[in-house]
Structures are given as structure tokens and as C-alpha cells.
């Protein structure tokens, strides 16, 4: 059983699953989460270029600018979404009788748990003009190291298959993020119940595929750092960023002398990236003076354990019912 009365350190951040309500309430949960990629990845909305901003950074002479590529919000709640389905299907939550719940636009099904925490759009059933909103929050993530080390730009060829043949055109692919860029990220859930986030943390953990081309590209590992409940949501992607690399910069083990020689490193050691990810994190929960708690470790890999075995599907199916209930309210 995942409930506040099992795991009562959620108790701030979340709801019991009777009293789930249409109407808003304060109840966060944070989950820090450092994306590694594992392979090369794609990240672009015009299909060719990869997303790129230019970030101010504050160093000990004024500031400078770097170029992080990002990960767009829809790069990693689409991913999520896609996986989260699967994941209903592969625990058995649809009768035979149902049919199972898609991505299409107003086909989902509204009557699954994923749909009912990640929202969807009002269903094309006669009838079904409920929309529901997303209570999983996410943000652009930026990466660490500047865009100019960690995008490349390749080309390949399109011979035939004879012997011989003239010189063809080269053709330019899409912007390749590299292996080892790393993206702090926080998904934030509003309003959710224990189990609910049970099936984000389950979700974040196994998901492994991100950006386009997933068929061959785009291996992430998920690092859940740490997870954090209260009144309001946390520091924001950005700020995260930032204070990650002026923590990388004074950290005597790196030897890097400024923020330039971190954003334009070579490569950074994950492990201790995710140190200082955490440190930057709960140093401006305490800097803001946030209502956050965070969750024991403890806590979170034992809710983990249970998301991501098969147990998880009498978990899911009684939040099912819950979660259909609520949204009854709206009729």
C-alpha cells in the first residue's frame, strides 16, 4: 500500500486519495531528477537545429553569457506520457472489454490514472466534454556545458549500392547532442496522491528514451536525486543550473577557475554533478526560505521498489478508482 498513513513524510506535499478535489489546493512534491544522456540525442522543433538560449551567469568580474542547449518541457512530458501508457498496459489495467488508453488528441481514454494526473483534452465521445488539466509540472531543462561542446553537427552520405558511382551531395542530420551532457530537471506535482507519485517516480526511473529518433538515439538515465514536499513548488530549472556551475567552479577537487572552464569543459564527473545538483537545490530552498521538506532516502527507493515491480498494479488499480471518482465531481 502506497498512502500517507504508510509513508507519512508525504503527508505535506500530497493528498489522501479520498479527498482528491477539483478545486486547487497548495500540496507540492518536487522531483529532482539530473538527465545523463547515454547516447547521442536529438532535441529540435524545427527538425534540423538543436534548441539553444543564451544564459547570463554571474561571475566574480560581472557576468558572462554561455550557450546551454535545452530540453524542452514537451521533450520530457511527451516521453513520460508515452511511457506512462505502456506502462497501464503492461500491469493490466484496461478489461478486454476497453479499449486502451492513447496519445491521440481527444481519444485518451480519461478514465486511467495517466490521464487523469497528466491531463488531457476533452474526448471526441459524444457526451465527454470534460478537459482535464496536468497536475505534473515541467520546465525546459538546460544543460550544464555550453552548446558549442556539447552539440555536433554531423553529415552523411547517400551513395547506391553500385561499385562504382560520381560524388553525391552530403546530407546535413539534425543536431546530435553527445553523450554525458547533463540536464538538472525538477518534475513537480500538484494535488497528487502518494500512489500518483508513486507512478511518476516509477515512470522517471525506467523511462529511458527522450527526444527524436528513440528507435536509435536518445538514452537517458534518469538520476532521481531527491524528493521534497511542502506548501509551493522549488527552485526553478534555471536557478538550478546556475548554482550548479558556480558550485562545479569552487569545488577544490574540479580545479576549475571559472565559470567558463565549467561550461566549456570537455566532460563533467556525473557523480559529482549530482552532489552538487542537490547542494544547489536545498541551498536555495534555504536561501528563499521555502516550505519544503525533503523526503528520506529511505522513503524514496522503498516507494521505487514497489513502483517498478509488478506489485504496482494492485496499487495503480485502486488509485484508478479514486481518480475516477474525482473526476465525477465535474459532472
Known amino acids: ?3 500517507q498513513s504508510t509513508y507519512p513524510e508525504l503527508e505535506p506535499g500530497t493528498v489522501s486519495a479520498d479527498e482528491m478535489t477539483l478545486r486547487p489546493r497548495s500540496n507540492f512534491v518536487n522531483i529532482l531528477v539530473l538527465r545523463e544522456l547515454e547516447s547521442h540525442a536529438v532535441f529540435t522543433t524545427n527538425g534540423e537545429d538543436a534548441d539553444i538560449a543564451t544564459v547570463a551567469l554571474d561571475v566574480e568580474d560581472g557576468q558572462m553569457d554561455y550557450a546551454p542547449g535545452l530540453m524542452f518541457m514537451r521533450k520530457q512530458t511527451g516521453s513520460d506520457r508515452r511511457f506512462g501508457k505502456a506502462l497501464q498496459r503492461d500491469l493490466g489495467l484496461f478489461d478486454d472489454d476497453e479499449d486502451e488508453c ?15 494526473l497528466y491531463g ?6 459524444e457526451g465527454n466534454d470534460v478537459s482535464i488539466t496536468s497536475r505534473v509540472m515541467y520546465d525546459t531543462a538546460y544543460s ?17 549500392d553500385d561499385y562504382a558511382k560520381s560524388a553525391e551531395a552530403t546530407i546535413r542530420e539534425p543536431d546530435f547532442f553527445e553523450p554525458g551532457t547533463m540536464f538538472p530537471s525538477v518534475v513537480t506535482l500538484r494535488d497528487a496522491t502518494p500512489a500518483e507519485l508513486a507512478f511518476v517516480l516509477g515512470i522517471t526511473a525506467k523511462n529511458k528514451r527522450y527526444g527524436a ?15 521534497y514536499v511542502g506548501s509551493e513548488e522549488g527552485p526553478a530549472n534555471l536557478e538550478l543550473t ?16 571559472s565559470a567558463a572552464d565549467v561550461v566549456m569543459a570537455e566532460a563533467l564527473d556525473p557523480g559529482r554533478t549530482a552532489g552538487h545538483v542537490t547542494g544547489a537545490f536545498e541551498d536555495a530552498i534555504d536561501a528563499d526560505g521555502l516550505d519544503l521538506q525533503r523526503v528520506s532516502r529511505e ?6 521498489d514497489v513502483a517498478t515491480s509488478d506489485d504496482f498494479a494492485e496499487v495503480l488499480a485502486e488509485q484508478r478508482d479514486h481518480s475516477t471518482a474525482f473526476l465525477d465531481q465535474a459532472e
Open 120 to 125: 488531457s483534452a476533452a474526448s471526441s465521445d
Open 299 to 304: 522513503t524514496v527507493d522503498s516507494i521505487v
Open 102 to 116: 492513447t496519445m491521440q488528441v481527444n481519444e485518451m481514454c480519461q478514465d486511467c490514472v495517466e490521464c487523469i
Open 213 to 227: 529518433t528513440t528507435s536509435r538515439l536518445g538514452r537517458v538515465n534518469n538520476r532521481i536525486l531527491g524528493v
Open 144 to 160: 550544464l556545458r555550453d552548446a558549442s561542446v556539447v552539440i555536433d553537427e554531423k553529415f552523411q552520405n547517400a551513395p547506391g
Open 242 to 257: 546556475r548554482e550548479t556551475i558556480t558550485r562545479l567552479q569552487d569545488d577544490e577537487e574540479t580545479n576549475y577557475e
Open 1 to 3: 500500500m502506497i498512502d
